[in-house]
């Protein structure tokens, strides 16, 4: 079946109608919560699997609920039966002249699995900024198709979020980065538009609901310079917005051999995040190495970090999640003695999240002498990317947010650092060295609270 479908979806206003006219590859449409942006990637989706026989559409969102009450309960009250059927368990409306729109949402890298080699024609990503950098990236590379339907992408946003680095430095600052060895994936700037949206865009809003300006008015200073004017230096949203280039990272150098070296990691099938610090004289701590990987059972996590250590750098100590010491159900045994057999000693982290972010806080500040105690070869760009990313827990501001998930590992193994290195100073690090101590296999095992001497663990084993 062909031709254009009579569809009359009311009046949109300036500013979804430029939206609408947009044609570069990359369209980006927000600032202001309540501009009309949900209704004009409805709207436009609509009208796209009408006019354009065959064509594929994906519309994310980052969560199903949202999903449901924002793109898929209206999408179904607003098409014409005989025209489309939904199913259901497939989350995709099926259109009888052949195209098809289905939603999605994103939860991380088990997306990726699900989503990996499908193809769309237009992207629909409404509120990009809660999605992550390498989401964005990754559903790009769904944007493809032999046919004639032009590639289209397009972000809905307000400021804030996970996502808020990527997409003002897209659609705001337009600092597009050229990459000289590969020109091919030069970001093109003729590629990108961006259209504002205020409140007072959405004259339909306004007149239904007056109390909602009253609302936005009342919000504090940073929400509303945010959410009503759409002001993007206004709001990051991140948790460490105290991270500078300029003062916490560093071009890498020769480390000194005496400094002492130091590993944390955070453990999952999901991801395995490792982390390598040096402590210089004034007890400053170096990042100097990171590394990641999904799919990694306890052996191979464990080789990874052995080969990535080199052979003359003496761990004093690894820093591990406190559920390393879990007891499986089926072997009855532990991670941490998995990790031990494999030749990494691990050491038991303190797990209190807000206190163990707040000390990264407390390293990350200055000391009296302007430099921080906690500093990064700029070389660990994945790790400075999440903990300028990760944003603060709505409901419990002193804490991070755990979603999403996949900007939580590396941040994790520097807090398990970070809780650590601040426990074992507390201790008397002098003491640490060299006084071969040792605790028992059994100590080990059960994770007791370590000793100085458990610091030369790893020593002994490697
Ligand atoms: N052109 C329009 N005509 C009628 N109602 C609209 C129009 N644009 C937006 N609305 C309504 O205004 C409200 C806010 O719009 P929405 O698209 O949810 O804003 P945003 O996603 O930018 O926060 C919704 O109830 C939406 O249905
Ligand atoms: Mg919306």
């Given amino acids: 079946m062909s031709g254009v479908y009579e569809w009359d979806p009311g009046e949109a206003n300036p500013k979804q109608k430029l939206f609408f006219a947009s044609r ?55 098409v014409r039966p005989e025209l489309a059927s939904y199913n259901g368990s497939l989350h995709t409306l099926y259109f009888v002249n052949g195209s098809l729109i289905h939603f999605g949402h994103w939860a991380g890298e088990e997306s990726e699995l699900e989503y990996n080699g499908q193809e769309y024609d237009w992207i629909f990503l409404d509120e990009a900024t809660q999605f992550t950098w390498r989401a964005f990236q990754f559903l790009g590379g769904l944007l493809r198709g032999v046919n004639d339907f032009p590639k289209r992408f397009y972000v809905t946003c307000n400021p804030g979020g996970v996502g808020h680095r990527w997409v003002k430095r897209l659609f705001i600052d337009r600092d597009f980065i050229t990459n000289r060895e590969n020109p091919e994936e030069n970001e093109n700037p003729e590629d990108y538009l961006f259209i504002p949206a205020t409140v007072e865009d959405n004259a339909a809003l306004l007149k239904s609901s007056p109390g909602y300006l009253r609302m936005l008015s009342a919000m504090p200073e940073n929400l509303r310079r945010a959410y009503r004017y759409g002001d993007w230096d206004a709001l990051g949203g991140n948790y460490f917005p105290e991270l500078s280039e300029a003062l916490h990272v560093s071009p890498p150098f020769q480390i000194p051999r005496h400094w002492r070296r130091y590993r944390a990691f955070d453990y999952g099938l999901d991801m395995f995040a490792c982390a390598w610090f040096a402590v210089d004289e004034q007890g400053r701590s170096w990042m100097y190495r990171e590394y990641s990987e999904s799919g990694l059972i306890v052996q191979d996590a464990a080789r990874a970090m052995l080969e990535r250590t080199l052979p003359g750098e003496r761990i004093e100590a690894t820093f591990a999640p406190p559920d390393m010491w879990s007891r499986q159900k089926d072997s009855g045994r532990t991670m941490a003695e998995l990790f031990f057999e494999c030749g990494v000693p691990i050491q038991r982290a303190a797990n209190s999240r807000v206190q163990g972010h707040m000390m990264i806080k407390e390293m990350l500040a200055r000391r009296p002498d302007g430099r921080p105690s906690l500093l990064f070869f700029e070389n660990c ?30 941040v994790d193994a520097l807090r398990y650092y970070c809780v650590s290195r601040v426990e074992s100073a507390a201790e008397g690090e002098a003491s640490a060295a060299g006084e071969g101590e040792g605790i028992s296999y059994d100590e080990f095992i059960t994770g007791r609270a370590p000793r100085d001497g458990y610091l030369n663990y790893g020593g002994i084993l490697r």
């Fill in 381 to 410: 760009r994945q790790t400075l990317d999440d903990v300028r990313d990760i944003q603060a827990d709505e409901r419990q501001p002193n804490d991070c947010a755990r979603e999403p998930h996949e900007v939580t590992h590396r």
């Fill in 24 to 78: 570069k590859l990359y369209t980006g449409y927000g600032g202001a919560k309540g501009g009309g942006k949900t209704w004009a990637v409805r709207t436009k989706a609509l009208l796209g699997a009408y006019n354009y026989p065959g064509i594929r559409i994906l519309v994310m969102r980052r969560t199903y609920p949202e999903l449901q009450s924002n793109h898929i309960e209206p999408m179904l009250k607003l």
